[in-house]
């Protein structure tokens, strides 16, 4: 070892004398201490530059935003320490610079985000959380389509509410944003607090408001895994996931048993009581991983005795778990659907769920008992929460949706009476917001052949991977009544029945996306391509996925649960809004960092 660092001793020196910076200067560290000011005279013997000084402040502020960081990050004495070594030259701005640079970020990105909004229909949710130093906050979010038919999701304010979370005062709330932004709002969604859909009645500028899908779903499954047997299997299984979660002897044994077996190295979940799909992740890991998990707690080096009977699972147990994992699967699916902000998800909610409630929560012969009552309770909750067998269903926002997605336009999940009178509903929306009918919207060429020519067109676009997909998790999902349409059917002698002429063409596969689809055929339907950005636009839940369901939500909560109060607007705002990255709304001329 000591001819080795020898060695790396006089490699650097050499290195030192070709006036060349060692590579990684491990050796240095290795030797002798590191003269800071000697290094740096050497490494860097000019000034720092204008243009450089400015793009190092801007990874500054970006760090702090894209972390969502406190402005005191960048004080302490080892991050200085960090920024001296590796340019000397540069200073620090001081807090009040560093906050004007985001504050006019901020204008920047609030403007052109107003500029983008502007005249556009808007669908709202909002966020009621609280830090972790107990400041409640309510977070508003705007969703819409712009005019090259993009669907977008932006925050637009997040303010410390110390008032009770009263009807009224969230109604003020929002009343606030929606004036301080001017917008068109066109729905509201929320969650199924009694405060919160009071408030959604007090507020005249919400024309229409919706409950949490996400939510209402979570409350149907959660009936049924609260079912004694069900609930039962779930706690024994609970405490045996927990048991190789906190045994470092037990951790070790598993895996070792599973590099033997051949079994991939998966480690136990556990779940978490306010998201019920993340029972169904650890019920089939611990399914995955039953074998291993079986021959370690039979192993007397591994597992005590006492442990041993407390964690011990019956053969039933096993049996109930194996069945109930491919009924949970479409529910997890359909959830992650349905909450994800990327994509139009109010037209997914009754095609998934009536197919949810028809063929996944169907009993068969071979089911055991308790998935018999997890089926009837789950599909008995969907049915009264969602009124899947309501006479009303025909004008709700979910079927208008539907209709105007090219994927479910036909209804084919519903009654032909209830569609009849989906069709009539949508006949007098177009009535009432269409106005005149641009001159050859409808072309000259039969309603057949343009559609033919624009699932051409948009069949170039998929991949032999999303067809297969196709056939996979959607199939699964929306059952048998979405096969791609060939049929063909004469156009109407009325050509000007727009409406008419539209319910002819071909629906398009569940994979495509919609909003493509109208980006090809605005031009042809301009009255029902109004419509569809009023309601392709509103998503199906109150929060994006990752803030509900995953454990990235939890730690950006985490994140922003250390932020001052004053600073939390602007930065939430900065990182919700510079996803896309910052060209969307930063151009600054003097900004090179990018």
């Given at each position: 070892?000591?001819?080795?660092l ?36 050497e ?37 200085r ?22 504050t ?6 609030r ?12 669908s ?5 959380w609280t ?21 977008k999701s ?44 009071l ?31 069900i ?16 045994s ?25 009581a ?38 011990s ?236 369901f ?45």
């Amino acid at each position: 070892m000591a001819d080795h660092l020898a060695k790396l001793a006089a490699t650097c020196g050499e290195d030192r004398q070709r006036n060349t910076p060692p590579e990684p200067a491990v050796c240095a560290f290795l030797v002798t201490p590191i003269d800071l000011k000697q290094y740096q005279k050497e490494l860097w013997d000019e000034g720092v530059t204008d243009k450089r000084r400015q793009q190092i402040t801007d990874l500054l502020v970006n760090f702090v935003v894209k972390d969502i960081r406190p402005l005191s990050a960048l004080s302490g004495g080892g991050f200085r320490d960090i920024i001296n070594f590796f340019e000397p030259g540069y200073t620090i701005p001081s807090h009040a610079t560093l906050w004007k640079t985001l504050t006019h970020q901020y204008s920047t990105v609030r403007a052109n985000i107003a500029k983008e909004m502007k005249d556009k229909s808007v669908s709202l949710t909002t966020d009621l959380w609280t830090s972790c130093t107990m400041d409640p906050y309510i977070t508003v979010t705007a969703h819409y389509i712009t005019d090259s038919w993009e669907l977008k999701s932006r925050v637009l304010r997040t303010t410390i509410m110390p008032e009770r979370h009263t009807a009224v005062n969230i109604a003020q709330r929002l009343k606030e944003t929606i004036e301080e932004w001017g917008l068109n709002v066109f729905c509201t969604i929320h969650d199924n607090a009694s405060s919160m859909n009071l408030a959604m009645e007090i507020c005249e500028q919400f024309p229409h408001h919706l409950g949490c899908t996400g939510h209402t779903l979570q409350l149907a499954i959660k009936a049924g895994l609260n079912l004694p047997e069900i609930a039962r299997t779930t706690e024994t299984a609970r405490r045996v996931v927990s048991h190789f979660r906190h045994s470092s002897v037990a951790h070790c044994a598993l895996k070792k048993r599973q590099e033997q077996q051949g079994i991939k190295v998966n480690k136990l979940q556990n779940d978490c009581a306010t998201r019920w799909n993340s029972t169904f992740t650890m019920l089939e890991r611990l399914n995955e991983q039953r074998i291993p998990v079986q021959a370690v707690l039979t192993d007397e080096t591994a597992t005590k005795l006492n442990i041993r009977r407390s964690l011990s699972m019956r053969e039933s147990q096993w049996e109930v778990i194996e069945q109930l994992i491919p009924v949970l699967r479409p529910l997890a699916k359909a959830t992650t659907i349905m909450c994800a902000e990327s994509h139009v998800g109010m037209s997914f909610i009754y095609p998934v769920l009536l197919n949810v409630a028809d063929n996944t929560l169907r009993v068969r012969e071979s089911d055991l008992a308790a998935t018999r009552s997890f089926k009837d309770t789950v599909r008995k909750q969907l049915i009264t929460r969602f009124k899947l067998e309501s006479g009303g269903l025909a004008d709700s926002i979910p079927i208008t949706a539907c209709m105007l997605d090219p994927r479910f336009k036909h209804l084919k999940f519903l009654p032909e009476n209830t569609r009849e009178d989906a069709r009539m509903h949508l006949t007098q929306l177009v009535r009432q917001n269409g106005g005149e009918e641009q001159p050859g919207a409808t072309g000259e060429h039969d309603a057949e052949t343009g559609a033919e020519e624009d699932n051409a067109g948009l069949e170039t676009e998929m991949q032999s991977g999303k067809k297969a997909r196709l056939e996979s998790d959607f199939e699964q999902l929306f059952g048998p009544h979405y096969e791609s349409c060939s049929s063909k059917r004469k156009r109407s002698d009325n050509g000007a029945d727009e409406l008419r002429d539209y319910s002819l063409t071909p629906h398009i596969p569940t994979m495509e996306n919609p909003l493509k689809w109208w980006a090809h055929n605005e031009h042809r339907f301009p009255r029902l391509a109004k419509l569809s950005k009023s309601y392709l636009a509103i998503p199906a839940t109150s929060t994006p996925s990752e803030r509900i369901f995953s454990l990235a939500g939890n730690t950006v909560t985490r994140q922003r649960s250390s932020l001052h109060p004053s600073h939390v607007d602007v930065l939430v705002f900065l990182n919700a809004n510079q996803k896309d990255g910052r060209e969307d709304f930063i151009s600054e001329p003097d900004n090179d960092s990018e």
